[in-house]
T-cell receptor, first 109, second 116 residues
Framework: GQNIDQPTEMTATEGAIVQINCTYQTSGFNGLFWYQQHAGEAPTFLSYNVLDGLEEKGRFSSFLSRSKGYSYLLLKELQMKDSASYLCAVTDSNYQLIWGAGTKLIIKP | GAVVSQHPSWVICKSGTSVKIECRSLDFQATTMFWYRQFPKQSLMLMAT?????????EQGVEKDKFLINHASLTLSTLTVTSAHPEDSSFYICSARSGGSDYEQYFGPGTRLTVT
């Protein structure tokens, strides 16, 4: 079956760095997305990785290792507004998005 | 960036009635649109995928006669929840994809449905 695993919840301190991991097992791979979702709102796009390596975009970076079926989202200089759920999603061989359950990130002052 | 709108943003209806939710791609043509449902503190659950001009493909366990999806144009898809019941109360989110080399899904803001 298809499976995406990410931690349920993480806590970090304002100004710090946090890494959210995602491992996946899917039938085929056509890219991995990270989305941010605040409570009661729709997801918003953060990053897309299709090749191995690190993609940096401001305070957020995303890494992919296809051979290991592994990705992480790195958030630097954490701000209170970063408190949200972070969703990992993989596009399979049929270009369907397979979603992880999301990681709820709690930022403390 | 690509913008997707949903209407209404929230709706309250009585049990047994039907509710229609619209999803529009405002600045691009959406060859494929997706409908998701999300219950509190849970992840997105894909309900169905629709391509313009063809019947929607429903995920296992989703009743196609209860959740009617129409994707009549490249910019509009509708989801009609028929004979709604309190257990249908949820956050319904649509997303759209333009196709080609762009595989990102652009999400609408969601519709909060409460059935009383």
């Amino acid at each position: 079956g298809q499976n995406i695993d990410q931690p349920t919840e993480m806590t970090a301190t304002e100004g710090a760095i946090v890494q959210i991991n995602c491992t996946y097992q899917t039938s085929g791979f056509n890219g991995l997305f990270w989305y941010q979702q605040h409570a009661g709102e729709a997801p918003t796009f953060l990053s897309y990785n299709v090749l191995d390596g690190l993609e940096e975009k401001g305070r957020f970076s995303s890494f992919l290792s296809r051979s290991k079926g592994y990705s992480y989202l790195l958030l630097k200089e954490l701000q209170m507004k970063d408190s949200a759920s972070y969703l990992c999603a993989v596009t399979d061989s049929n270009y369907q998005l397979i979603w992880g359950a999301g990681t709820k990130l709690i930022i403390k002052p | 960036g690509a913008v997707v709108s949903q209407h209404p943003s929230w709706v309250i209806c009585k049990s047994g009635t039907s509710v229609k939710i619209e999803c529009r791609s405002l600045d691009f043509q959406a060859t494929t649109m997706f409908w998701y449902r999300q219950f509190p503190k849970q992840s997105l659950m894909l309900m169905a995928t629709s391509n313009e001009g063809s019947k929607a493909t429903y995920e296992q366990g989703v009743e196609k006669d209860k959740f009617l999806i129409n994707h009549a144009s490249l910019t509009l898809s509708t989801l009609t929840v028929t004979s709604a019941h309190p257990e249908d109360s949820s956050f319904y989110i649509c997303s759209a994809r333009s196709g080609g080399s762009d595989y990102e899904q652009y999400f609408g803001p969601g519709t909060r449905l409460t059935v009383t």
